[in-house]
């Protein structure tokens, strides 16, 4: 397990990471999100050792990170890295070699990967010469390459298309299987919602929330139910209503108590066809909002 200890940060006086603190389990996705300069990139600079914090520390199994554990990770950093005019496959198997991998070994290990990862047939072309999306999924495998100990990527999906993010979740799915700390920051809410099995909210350099995502649904859950029928908006008139999300006969609304929602299915009954009336599970993107608030 990584654990992030009461880590702060500043730069020039500017306070870019106050007091974070959080886990990233072993064998779980864990999603980092955060809207732009809330501290993302820092942390897991930090955590890379790229930058040290001004107070804080990083553990790995619950003792100081040390260079050697640094040594087995996999990280993607934000401003990529990988040579342009190398080919593919051969700077993979460079790389894996540099992480102490036989030349054989990181040979196969690099052609599985960007097979896995949809590049089988662009292994032999120089980097420059693919598409922007491609040499984000080369950047995934060099990550990948040395069979990481924990996994650290800035951002892995951004400008992926929805093909090349399914295979990408795939082949990171399986490095946590294989019980390794796995943490991802990403803007796209939808995706992390989908994808992650636990999640840490920044903003403004502070943990707003952390957990499963049950965990946090249930520190933020309201009552709400969702009503489809003719012409919901009689429902926005109910006293103790309140009314999330409106759209001619779609209503999504929050009441006191179940019979108050009784009240608003009794009425729907009455004035015409009620389509669907069901309990609804608040989106993690409406909680996101709340928080970074
Ligand atoms: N090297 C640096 N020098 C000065 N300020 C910095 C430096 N690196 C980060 N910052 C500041 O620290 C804050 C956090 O930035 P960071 O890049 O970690 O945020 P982020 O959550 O990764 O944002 P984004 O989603 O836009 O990548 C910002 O205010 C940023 O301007």
Redesign the pocket.
């Known amino acids: 397990m990584l654990s992030i200890r009461s880590i702060s940060r500043s ?2 006086g ?1 306070r ?1 990471l106050n007091d974070v603190s959080f886990d990233v389990q072993n064998g779980l996705m864990t999603g980092f999100v ?10 897991m600079r930090i955590i890379l050792g790229v930058l040290t914090p001004s107070s804080g520390e990083v553990l790995v199994d619950g003792r100081p990170i040390t260079a050697d554990d640094r040594a087995q990770f996999g990280y993607m950093p ?1 401003e990529r890295g990988l040579y342009p005019k190398m080919k593919v496959h051969e700077q993979l198997v460079y790389l894996g070699r540099l992480h102490g991998l036989s030349s054989a070994h990181a040979s196969t290990r690099a052609a599985d990967l960007l097979e896995q990862l949809g590049l089988g047939e662009r292994r032999d072309d120089k980097l420059e010469s693919l598409s922007l999306g491609n040499q984000q999924r080369a950047q995934i495998a060099a990550a990948l390459v040395h069979e990481p100990t924990a996994l650290v990527l ?2 892995p999906f951004s400008g992926l298309d929805p093909m090349a993010v399914e295979t990408t979740v795939e082949v990171l799915r399986d490095v946590a299987r294989s019980g390794a700390p796995v943490l991802f ?1 990403s ?1 796209q809410l939808d995706l992390v919602e989908r994808l992650c099995d636990s999640l840490v909210i ?1 903003a403004g ?1 502070e943990v707003r929330a952390a957990g499963t995502r049950e965990q946090i649904r249930s520190a933020h859950a309201r009552p709400e139910w969702v009503l489809e029928t003719d012409d919901a908006g009689f429902v926005r008139g109910i006293r103790g209503i309140e009314v999330i999300e409106f759209d001619g006969g779609h209503v999504r609304f929050t009441a006191p108590t179940d019979d108050d929602a009784d009240r608003v299915l009794r009425e729907a009954i009455e004035r015409g066809t009620v389509r669907s009336f069901a309990p609804s599970i608040r989106p993690l993107t409406e909680i996101f909002q709340e928080v970074i608030r």
Request: proline residues 0%.
């Open positions: 730069f020039n500017h870019a955060g809207a732009n300069g809330a501290g993302k990139t820092t942390t934000e800035d951002e920051s803007h920044l350099g």
